[in-house]
């Protein structure tokens, strides 16, 4: 079992910028393809962005494409989202997770992964 532990959420105008933690348990992190996705009030979850086990390979979603990053410190076992020139629109819960199984490269869809963290808020001030 894996538990996922997201912080660094908050609020912060236009145009600031947050990082987002994800820790987890487990000695397996390291073989984990990780993602982030959120979900704004009223709407459905949505993808954000994806990194593979080794970090080499990342993929994101088109709004945010350019202004967020995904790393990982495996030796951490966290898993971070860098966000930069942030909008009132990226108001929204952020959850990781975590995909244990082999097959998909850049897993975009809820049920691509195992496991999830319960989120952190972040707002976005205009």
């Known amino acids: 079992q894996v538990q996922l532990v997201e912080s660094g959420g908050g609020l912060v105008q236009a145009g600031g910028s947050l990082r987002l933690s994800c820790a987890a348990s487990?000695?397996?992190?390291?073989?984990?393809?990780m993602g982030w996705f959120r979900q704004a009030p009223g709407k459905e979850r949505e993808f954000v962005a994806t990194i593979r086990w080794s970090g080499g390979g990342t993929y994101y979603a088109d709004s945010v494409k350019g202004r967020f990053t995904i790393s990982r410190d495996n030796a951490k076992n966290t898993v971070y989202l860098q966000m930069n020139s942030l909008k009132p629109e990226d108001t929204a819960v952020y959850s990781c997770a975590a995909r244990s199984r082999v097959g998909s490269y850049y897993p975009r869809a809820e049920y691509e992964y195992d496991y999830w963290g319960q989120g952190t808020q972040v707002t976005v001030s205009s």
């Open positions: 487990g000695r397996t992190f390291s073989s984990y393809t």
